[in-house]
């Protein structure tokens, strides 16, 4: 199982690199919007399939179906937590250039008065 | 004026406020006896701050709501580099921690000296003892935590006093709003290669000061903005 845990850790890494580097173009936007699906689809299959999520568990060397599941999860909640900080953190510096225009400018009016 | 200050026409301090409405008239009309071009960016605060800058007789400018300190530098920058004739600059502390004798040697030293930015340190020429002993440890692990900040044989990143020349409030874009602006205007000094230099300067605690600074805490979100914040410059 131990190979399974590095792959994913490791492509978890890769992941969160690749949509840092490549943030905010139109190409990891959509593959932040197909990754989204795709975790949908296959949380509704494993809901639906719990005996198959199994089978693919045994492969890759995991016991249980659901843990499989819940490994996907902390790796799509630890992405999306990262995602939504830098997110939030471009909105922000957006919100201080736009609130620093409009005192400059109340400023400048002030001093014309 | 003054015809001591009349010298001093081409250099404006910056003083970011925040709830200050007890100390910044003193702080602010002190400091312009000695520098007559002041300019406090009130950064939304609740009480009457507004009030007190003005009737303190100085510049203002007012953030529709409150950024952080950051964000308050920035502005105060951008609006004194509008300004004709402005050559220094200075960033000034609101709560009377800074000695204005400071700011008068800071900027003879870029007036006389091939420097771009000089920060004050705490921690030179034995004036540390002033400072309180948590705050030390704290502001030494920092230093200490910083490859960059060691290699550019800076001793006390996070003080507030600042003096610069109009390259480096040209170049200036501080994005970080809250307290972690020290770390990125070290990130800035590094990155734009501005010739840097400290300047022994002593800070003065008082009760006011201790109960405003910033909580040791505090050190965490710095450390986290500070790994995220070369990503955000791109």
Redesign the interface.
């Given at each position: 199982m131990i190979w399974f845990q590095i792959l994913a850790i490791l492509g978890l890494v890769a992941l969160v690199t690749f949509f840092m580097i490549h943030r905010g173009t139109a190409r990891s936007s959509a593959g932040v919007k197909l990754l989204f699906v795709a975790f949908v689809v296959f949380g509704v299959y494993a809901m639906l399939r719990q005996d198959d999520v199994t089978w693919v568990a045994n492969k890759i060397g995991i016991q249980r179906g659901l843990d499989l599941v819940l490994f996907l999860l902390v790796i799509a909640f630890a992405f999306t937590t990262v995602s939504t900080y830098l997110r939030f953190r471009e909105l922000e510096i957006k919100y201080a250039r736009l609130a620093r225009a409009v005192a400059l400018q109340n400023a400048e009016k002030q001093s014309r008065e | 004026m003054t015809s001591g200050a009349t010298s001093n026409d081409d250099v404006w301090l910056v003083i970011p406020v925040f709830n200050e409405a007890e100390v910044i008239r003193r702080v602010a009309s002190d400091a312009a006896k000695t520098f007559p071009n002041i300019v406090c960016?009130d950064d939304g605060s609740r009480d009457d701050s507004t009030g007190e800058i003005i009737k303190a007789g100085v510049?203002?400018?007012?953030?529709?709501?409150n950024?952080?300190q950051g964000?308050a530098i920035?502005?105060g920058v951008?609006?004194a580099r509008a300004q004709p004739g402005a050559k220094y600059f200075v960033t000034f502390d609101a709560d009377g921690q800074h000695r204005v004798e400071d700011v008068v040697a800071m900027i003879d030293r870029l007036r006389t000296e091939p420097v771009d930015i000089v920060v004050g340190t705490r921690f030179a020429e034995g004036r540390s003892e002033s400072v309180p002993f948590v705050r030390r440890m704290a502001l030494r692990t920092i230093v200490f935590l910083s490859p960059r900040t060691r290699r550019m044989g800076l001793t006390d990143a996070h003080n507030g006093l600042r003096a610069f020349n109009k390259t480096v409030a040209d170049q200036l874009d501080l994005?970080m709003?809250g307290m972690s602006h020290a770390s990125e205007f070290v990130a800035l000094i590094d990155h734009h290669h501005w010739r840097v230099t400290e300047q022994p300067v002593t800070i003065l605690y008082t009760d006011y000061s201790r109960a405003k600074g910033q909580s040791l805490i505090n050190g965490v979100n710095i450390v986290a903005d500070g790994l995220?914040h070369t990503?955000?410059r791109?």
């Open positions: - | 960016v510049r203002l400018v007012r953030h529709p709501v950024l952080g964000a920035q502005t951008e609006y994005m709003s995220l990503r955000m791109k």
